[in-house]
T-cell receptor, first 115, second 112 residues
Framework: KAGVTQTPRYLIKTRGQQVTLSCSPI?????VSWYQQTPGQGLQFLFE???????NKGNFPGRFSGRQFSNSRSEMNVSTLELGDSALYLCASSLEVATSVYEQYFGPGTRLTVT | QKEVEQDPGPLSVPEGAIVSLNCTYS??????FMWYRQYSRKGPELLMYTYSSGNKEDGRFTAQVDKSSKYISLFIRDSQPSDSATYLC????????????FGRGTSLIVHP
């Protein structure tokens, strides 16, 4: 099976711009989660989508949004970019292996730099 | 105080050494414990997960959970230069949100 793919891999944007990142999960996985990873804060959960519905949400401002399509592909959008949004954005697709236990498979990430 | 604490390192060891990586946590509701490995410029990769207390072994890797001390460990035997990576612990609650809470990761360097 192909792994989780994310596009683009690298992105440079200017403050105030908006950006859209894309994630294709492993075939058959219906849950897609997004994380922000920075050296200072580590991995922080943004949101999770399941069957096109946002099922969980982390503590990020409304500038961060996402959606999931019927084929489970997901996009996240960040509007009005700030310097502090520079980070590695990771997408993970999940498979439930036991009750309330999910194995998460991460993509390679999109490295976003805001100047 | 963060819910999950992990020393960022770096931890530098010679090839063949036994490596011990650790996390402490504050929330006693955590029941499922995971270890991920992340190579530079890659996403995290799930190594192992365990439920509640006890040990789990997979090849050179052993995961250990001590719920009474709120302390988990990952041991790597006969460490190799290819083990050089960042190791992240993660944990989830039973019956609650299954979204894991991650430690910040420990950077491991195994030198030949």
């Amino acid at each position: 099976k192909a792994g989780v793919t994310q596009t683009p891999r690298y992105l440079i944007k200017t403050r105030g711009q908006q950006v859209t990142l894309s994630c294709s999960p492993i075939s058959g996985h219906r849950s897609v989660s997004w994380y922000q990873q920075t050296p200072g804060q580590g991995l922080q959960f943004l949101f999770e989508y399941f069957s096109e519905t946002q099922r969980n949400k982390g503590n990020f401002p409304g500038r961060f949004s996402g959606r999931q399509f019927s084929n489970s592909r997901s996009e996240m959008n960040v509007s009005t970019l700030e310097l502090g949004d520079s980070a590695l954005y990771l997408c993970a697709s999940s498979l439930e292996v036991a009750t309330s236990v999910y194995e998460q498979y991460f993509g390679p990430g999109t490295r976003l730099t805001v100047t | 105080q963060k819910e999950v604490e992990q020393d960022p390192g770096p931890l530098s060891v010679p090839e063949g050494a036994i490596v011990s990586l650790n996390c402490t946590y504050s929330n006693s509701a955590f029941q499922y414990f995971m270890w991920y490995r992340q190579y530079s410029r890659k996403g995290p990769e799930l190594l192992m997960y365990t439920y509640s207390s006890g040990n789990k072994e997979d090849g050179r890797f052993t995961a250990q959970v001590d719920k009474s001390s709120k302390y988990i460990s990952l041991f790597i035997r006969d460490s190799q230069p290819s083990d050089s990576a960042t190791y992240l612990c993660a944990m989830t609650r039973s019956g609650g949100s299954y979204i894991p809470t991650f430690g910040r990761g420990t950077s491991l360097i195994v030198h030949p």
